[in-house]
């Protein structure tokens, strides 16, 4: 890439409102999905008892199974959040600065 | 190219029939009735892939072509290509045989294997298809010395694929002696051969639909299993709970079946195969590759989705299909318990069949094979990528890059991969014989430390941090693909059980924390000592490799056809 494409796109503020929207957004998910996971091990290492509870009165379902089904599932819903924005305003943004500066 | 094809034909034709007539003669002297379906099955799925190999063949000319697809692949097509590609029959087998043993510690174990997706996502997936064009390589010497890194991102990238390749067709060959009773020997060699042909004349058209007709025939086989189980034995009311409590009540491990057991005891080895799960798997080059083969950003992130989509599911009815296992499997007078040499009654053909066998005791025969063929096709699959992805690193890493320094017809290169796909399959059935009495369950495992603490490291460090040089690179690199290498051979797994030699010298079974710290602490330094001309540029040219990698302008485009 020329330098001064580079220099036409960083001085673009639509790319720095991409740049740190996309990144704050990937980080925040990220740290979310840490901590359902290390917080579903740390559960099984530490308190066993939690999740042995039966679900309900009677229940020989225990709670751990809707948690650890729902630690499945939230990483489906956080990949379908940051797909859902990124293919929407990044992408928009992103054709934006593209038609600004090419 | 007339030629070709005719060779192309005969062989495939020879390989067919070669196929059933060995399955024949063998299936006459074991259980021929449970045979027959499932080898006209497999017969059928060969025939067909065969046919689309044929297919890709004519329209797989270029170097963009064989590596990637000619980058016309779409996001949903590449995620069941990745589902496809990540699902191994090790995991369909081995991890609803771990839930009939073992029940909720199953669901755990199967949790770890999903986390990585959301990660490659966040991290990796747009960022790769931005700044690449055929491997991951291409991505961390962007900016860098072309010689040294690519050798580094090559033997991290084979060495992977060499260790997920003999777990892979020792389970092949084991799963294929079991099912179709056919000799371990002709197992291996056919699955070696197929995948040769699929490689060298389909290139990565030919494997991303082998890939997605298994992950369709994975997926449907085990929902009718999974489903089916639950619908016999809550008799029609489909209600988990029920199921749960049938299966505590045959289950020798009663209520505690439904708790965490024992499979998380220390806290550090749980947190370090958990992150070698994570991202290890943003570390495979074969999963890594997928990503070229779509055309933009916008479709590396929907095949994403659509592949963490599947590979839930997938999970989640394996575990239905542990506990139906229980159920409908377990009770001594079922048919499916033997009592083994040590007196113990166990299922038929090991805890690893539970799903095969469930596929009897709901479908008959019938969905026997079907499951039978399937697993055999997931082999295929997952196979076939290791091996395009071995030959990429010989023929676009090392010989165009490293050994030609760039300056190489494509035509030329193409040529080189194929060769390197013959080698691969070769060795690949060579090793399969060679590791046949060998215990290979560690090999997943080690893979993913392998793959945690070489690849991945300098992949997202040269992604997201402008100071990092060639120096700090390599030291990190290297250091990460040896210690990980190194803390699992003296490790309790390969020390103490494998090699017996006693108490092991590094005392967890899991490394990859310690790797990993390792890996990144040998970029890190390296990087802030260097003070070298090189350095300066390296750090110089971070703006524009962040400037396309942000949007994209200047990446490897469109489809070429």
């Given at each position: 890439?020329?330098?001064?494409?580079?220099?036409?796109?960083?001085?673009?503020?639509?790319?720095?409102?991409?740049?740190?929207?996309?990144?704050t957004?990937?980080?925040?998910?990220?740290?979310?999905?840490?901590?359902?996971?290390?917080?579903?091990?740390?559960i099984?290492?530490?308190?066993?008892?939690?999740?042995?509870?039966?679900?309900?009165?009677?229940?020989?379902?225990?709670?751990?199974?809707?948690?650890?089904?729902?630690?499945?599932?939230?990483?489906?819903?956080?990949?379908?959040?940051?797909?859902?924005?990124?293919?929407?305003e990044?992408?928009?943004?992103?054709?934006?600065?593209?038609?600004?500066?090419? | 190219?007339?030629?070709?094809?005719?060779?192309?034909?005969?062989?495939?034709?020879?390989?067919?029939?070669?196929?059933?007539?060995?399955?024949?003669?063998v299936?006459?002297?074991?259980?021929?009735?449970?045979?027959?379906?499932?080898?006209?099955?497999?017969?059928?799925?060969?025939?067909?892939?065969?046919?689309?190999?044929?297919?890709?063949?004519?329209?797989?000319?270029?170097?963009?072509?064989?590596?990637?697809?000619?980058?016309?692949?779409?996001g949903?097509?590449?995620?069941?290509?990745?589902?496809?590609?990540?699902?191994?029959a090790?995991?369909?087998?081995?991890?609803?045989?771990?839930?009939?043993?073992?029940?909720?510690?199953?669901?755990?174990?199967?949790?770890?294997?999903?986390?990585?997706?959301?990660?490659?996502m966040?991290?990796?997936?747009?960022?790769?298809?931005?700044?690449?064009?055929?491997?991951?390589?291409?991505?961390?010497?962007?900016?860098?010395?072309?010689?040294?890194?690519?050798?580094?991102?090559?033997?991290?990238?084979?060495?992977?694929?060499?260790l997920?390749?003999?777990?892979?067709m020792?389970?092949?060959?084991?799963?294929?002696?079991?099912?179709?009773?056919?000799?371990?020997?002709?197992?291996?060699?056919i699955?070696?051969?197929?995948?040769?042909?699929?490689?060298?004349?389909?290139?990565?058209?030919?494997?991303?639909?082998?890939?997605?007709i298994?992950?369709?025939?994975?997926?449907?086989g085990?929902?009718?299993?999974?489903?089916?189980?639950?619908?016999?034995?809550?008799?029609?009311?489909?209600?988990p709970?029920?199921?749960?409590?049938?299966?505590?009540?045959?289950?020798?491990?009663?209520?505690?079946?439904m708790?965490?057991?024992?499979?998380?005891?220390?806290p550090?080895?749980?947190i370090?195969?958990?992150?070698?799960?994570?991202?290890?798997?943003?570390?495979?080059?074969?999963?890594?590759?997928?990503?070229?083969?779509?055309?933009n950003?916008?479709?590396?992130?929907?095949?994403?989705?659509?592949?963490?989509?599947?590979?839930?599911?997938?999970?989640?009815?394996?575990?239905?299909?542990?506990?139906?296992?229980?159920?409908?499997?377990?009770?001594p007078?079922?048919?499916?318990?033997?009592?083994n040499?040590?007196?113990?009654?166990?299922?038929?053909?090991?805890?690893?069949?539970?799903?095969?066998?469930l596929?009897?005791?709901?479908?008959?025969?019938?969905?026997?094979?079907?499951?039978?063929?399937?697993?055999?096709?997931?082999?295929?699959?997952?196979?076939?990528?290791?091996?395009?992805?071995?030959?990429?690193a010989?023929?676009?890493?090392?010989?165009?890059?490293?050994?030609?320094?760039?300056?190489?017809?494509e035509?030329?290169?193409?040529?080189?991969?194929?060769?390197?796909?013959?080698?691969?399959?070769?060795?690949?059935?060579?090793?399969?014989?060679?590791?046949?009495?060998?215990?290979?369950?560690?090999?997943?495992?080690?893979?993913?430390?392998?793959?945690?603490?070489?690849?991945?490291?300098?992949?997202?460090?040269?992604?997201?941090?402008?100071?990092?040089?060639?120096?700090?690179?390599?030291?990190?690199?290297?250091?990460?693909?040896?210690?990980?290498?190194?803390?699992?051979?003296?490790?309790?797994?390969?020390?103490?059980?494998?090699?017996?030699?006693?108490?092991?010298?590094?005392?967890?079974?899991?490394?990859?924390?310690?790797?990993?710290?390792?890996?990144?602490?040998?970029?890190?330094?390296?990087?802030?000592?260097?003070?070298?001309?090189n350095?300066?540029?390296?750090?110089?040219?971070?703006?524009?490799?962040?400037?396309?990698?942000?949007?994209?302008?200047?990446?490897?485009?469109?489809?070429?056809?």
């Amino acid at each position: 890439m020329q330098q001064d494409l580079v220099h036409a796109i960083k001085s673009n503020p639509k790319y720095h409102e991409l740049v740190s929207k996309r990144r704050t957004f990937a980080v925040i998910l990220a740290i979310v999905m840490l901590v359902i996971y290390y917080g579903f091990i740390l559960i099984i290492a530490f308190n066993k008892e939690f999740l042995s509870q039966p679900l309900w009165e009677g229940s020989i379902t225990t709670v751990g199974i809707p948690i650890g089904l729902g630690v499945i599932i939230s990483a489906f819903v956080l990949t379908g959040i940051y797909v859902f924005r990124a293919n929407s305003e990044f992408d928009r943004l992103t054709n934006e600065i593209k038609e600004e500066v090419l | 190219m007339r030629l070709w094809q005719n060779a192309f034909v005969a062989l495939a034709l020879s390989l067919v029939a070669g196929a059933a007539l060995a399955a024949g003669d063998v299936g006459e002297v074991k259980k021929q009735a449970v045979n027959i379906p499932a080898i006209v099955m497999f017969l059928a799925f060969v025939a067909a892939t065969l046919g689309i190999t044929y297919w890709a063949a004519q329209r797989t000319k270029t170097a963009k072509d064989f590596y990637a697809a000619g980058g016309g692949i779409t996001g949903f097509q590449n995620g069941l290509a990745i589902a496809g590609d990540y699902m191994s029959a090790a995991s369909f087998l081995g991890i609803s045989g771990l839930v009939f043993i073992n029940g909720y510690d199953g669901l755990i174990y199967s949790v770890g294997w999903l986390v990585g997706w959301p990660f490659i996502m966040f991290l990796i997936a747009e960022q790769l298809r931005n700044l690449g064009k055929y491997t991951y390589a291409d991505v961390v010497s962007y900016r860098f010395q072309r010689v040294p890194m690519r050798s580094l991102a090559a033997t991290g990238s084979l060495v992977v694929v060499v260790l997920y390749l003999i777990g892979q067709m020792v389970g092949a060959g084991k799963l294929i002696q079991v099912l179709f009773g056919l000799d371990y020997v002709y197992a291996v060699t056919i699955v070696g051969i197929l995948i040769i042909l699929y490689v060298t004349f389909g290139g990565m058209l030919a494997t991303t639909w082998v890939q997605i007709i298994k992950a369709c025939l994975l997926l449907g086989g085990a929902t009718i299993i999974a489903f089916g189980a639950l619908h016999v034995v809550t008799e029609g009311s489909w209600s988990p709970e029920a199921l749960f409590r049938k299966a505590t009540e045959i289950h020798a491990k009663k209520d505690a079946l439904m708790r965490p057991g024992a499979l998380v005891t220390s806290p550090i080895e749980a947190i370090s195969l958990g992150l070698a799960l994570m991202f290890g798997t943003a570390g495979l080059p074969h999963i890594l590759m997928r990503f070229f083969t779509v055309p933009n950003a916008t479709e590396a992130r929907k095949s994403v989705f659509y592949a963490t989509g599947f590979i839930g599911y997938f999970y989640i009815l394996t575990f239905l299909i542990g506990f139906g296992a229980i159920v409908l499997l377990m009770a001594p007078d079922s048919g499916y318990m033997v009592t083994n040499a040590k007196g113990v009654l166990e299922l038929k053909g090991g805890q690893n069949m539970a799903a095969v066998q469930l596929a009897s005791a709901v479908g008959g025969n019938l969905l026997l094979g079907f499951i039978s063929a399937v697993a055999f096709a997931t082999i295929l699959a997952v196979v076939s990528g290791l091996t395009l992805a071995g030959a990429s690193a010989i023929s676009h890493d090392l010989y165009a890059n490293v050994w030609a320094h760039g300056n190489v017809d494509e035509q030329q290169e193409v040529r080189v991969s194929k060769m390197a796909t013959l080698v691969l399959g070769v060795i690949a059935i060579l090793l399969g014989i060679a590791f046949e009495q060998q215990n290979v369950a560690y090999m997943v495992g080690l893979t993913f430390a392998v793959a945690a603490s070489a690849n991945f490291p300098i992949l997202i460090v040269s992604v997201f941090w402008s100071k990092m040089t060639t120096r700090g690179a390599l030291l990190g690199g290297w250091l990460g693909l040896v210690s990980s290498t190194l803390f699992v051979i003296l490790g309790p797994t390969v020390w103490t059980d494998v090699l017996k030699l006693g108490d092991a010298i590094f005392p967890f079974k899991n490394p990859a924390l310690f790797s990993m710290a390792i890996a990144f602490i040998g970029i890190w330094l390296g990087s802030i000592l260097d003070n070298s001309e090189n350095a300066k540029q390296e750090r110089a040219a971070f703006e524009a490799q962040d400037v396309r990698c942000q949007t994209g302008i200047g990446a490897e485009g469109a489809a070429s056809h």
